[in-house]
């Protein structure tokens, strides 16, 4: 079952200064948009994720049942969840890449073995 938050906002920033992603920890560079989420769950939490994350989150919760959700953080755990449940790396990737309407190189994040 999902702990949803108290209170909950979530928008678009320019990044002002080098940021972190939460989801894949690539930088998000000054000048580029990323999507700030915030809310009070136990305790206040703030959260940053590049676009690119963002979008395949949304997609994931989507698709949840509703039982399910997708917290912060873990999007590649998820990922890997799917990997290790039959599925090779190829087809995970092709499935959600044509599932997203994603291009391979909003996939890039994702690198198995390092």
């Given at each position: ?19 972190i ?12 948009l990323y999507?700030?989420?915030?809310g ?6 703030s ?36 990997v ?21 190189n909003?996939?890039?994040?994702i690198?198995?073995?390092?």
């Amino acid at each position: 079952m999902c702990d949803h938050p108290k209170a909950f906002q979530s928008y678009q920033r320019k990044a002002r200064k080098e940021h972190i992603c939460f989801e894949c920890k690539e930088v998000i560079n000054k000048g580029e948009l990323y999507q700030y989420s915030s809310g009070v769950w136990d305790e206040p939490a703030s959260y940053k994720q590049c676009l690119r994350c963002y979008k395949i989150s949304n997609i994931v919760v989507s698709d949840c049942d509703g039982e399910e959700c997708l917290g912060f953080g873990e999007l590649i755990d998820w990922f890997y969840g799917h990997v290790c449940q039959g599925f090779n790396i190829d087809q995970v990737v092709s499935f959600y890449t044509e599932k997203w309407k994603l291009g391979a190189n909003d996939l890039d994040f994702i690198n198995i073995g390092e």
